[in-house]
C-alpha cells in the first residue's frame, strides 16, 4: 500500500512537471513577455499621452481599452506562432532550444491556435470599431504574409514588422483622437528602434536564414554594408526624434538625452566592434531595453 501510494505521487509530479513544461513552452512561443510590453504601452499610451487624464484605475477598467488591448495581445500572439510554423527547419538550426512547434505542439494544433486568435482579435477589434477591426484584419494578414514570404526578403519584411510594431500605439487614437502629436512621436520611436533590431536580428541569424535560402540584407549586402545602413538608420533616427523637441515637454527632451541618446551611442560602439552572433545578440538586448526605457518615458509627458 505504502509503495502504491508512492508510485501514485511520483505520478502526479511528473504530470505537474510535464503541464509545467507545456505551459512555459506555450508562454515563450507566443512570446508572453513581449505580449505583455505591447501591453503596458497600450496603457500608457492612453493614460498618458491621450485625454482626457483620469485616475489610472478608471483607466483600467476601461472596456475599450482592455478589449482594444486583448484584441491587440490576440492579433501578435497569433503572428508569433504563425513565425515559429514556418521557421521550424530555421530555428533548428538557430535557436534549437526555443522550438516549440512541432515538439510540443503540433503543426496542426499551431495553425488552429493561429486562427483562433486572429478571428478572436479581429472580432473584438470590430466590437470596438469598424477601422479597429480593420487595423487589425491588416495587421493579421501582414503578419501572415510577413512569416510566409517577406522575412526571407531583404528589408521588406524588417519594415513591415516595424510598421505594425508603430501600429500598436497609433491605433490607441482611432477611438481616442486627443494628443495625437505625442502618439505619433512615440510611433515614430517604435518603427526606427524596432527596424534597427530586426535588422541586428538578421544579422544574429545569418547562418541559418542563409542555409535555407532567405535573402535578408546581411546575406545580400554581407556584414559590412549592412552596418554601414544601420548606421544611416540610427542617425535618420535620432535626427527624427529631435525634430519633435520643440512641441514636447523640457522633462521628455532631458530623459530622451540622458536614457535614449546615450544608450544608443553606446549601441553604436558595440556595433563597431561586433562580429560574431553573440556580439549581435547583445545588440538585440540593448535595443529590446532601450524599447523599454522609451516606453517608460511616457510618465514624463
Known sequence: MHQSNQTFVVQLRKKRRSRQIILRALLRLIRFPNLMIVALTQYLVRVCLVGPKG?????????????????????????????????????????????????????????????????????IGTLIGLRIGLVNFIAAFLLWLYSNQLKRLPFIGNFIVALLTAATLWVVVLYNPQNRLYVYTYSVFAFFITLIREIIKDMEDVRGDATFGCRTLPIVWGIRRTKLFLYFLILTFLITLYSFAPFLPDR?????????????????????RADTRSDFGYLSQICKLISVVGVVSMVFV
Request: charged content about 15%; aromatic content about 18%.
Open 55 to 123: 485616475e489610472w484605475w478608471n483607466h483600467l477598467m476601461d472596456v475599450h481599452l482592455l478589449g482594444l488591448a486583448f484584441s491587440t495581445l490576440c492579433i501578435a500572439a497569433a503572428g508569433y506562432i504563425i513565425n515559429d510554423y514556418y521557421d521550424i527547419k530555421i530555428d533548428t538550426i538557430n535557436k534549437p532550444r526555443r522550438v516549440v512547434v512541432g515538439r510540443i505542439m503540433s503543426r496542426r494544433q499551431a495553425i488552429f491556435a493561429h486562427s483562433f486568435l486572429n478571428f478572436l482579435g479581429i472580432g
Open 252 to 272: 521628455l527632451i532631458w530623459y530622451f538625452s540622458l536614457f535614449i541618446l546615450l544608450p544608443m551611442l553606446w549601441f553604436v560602439w558595440q556595433l563597431v
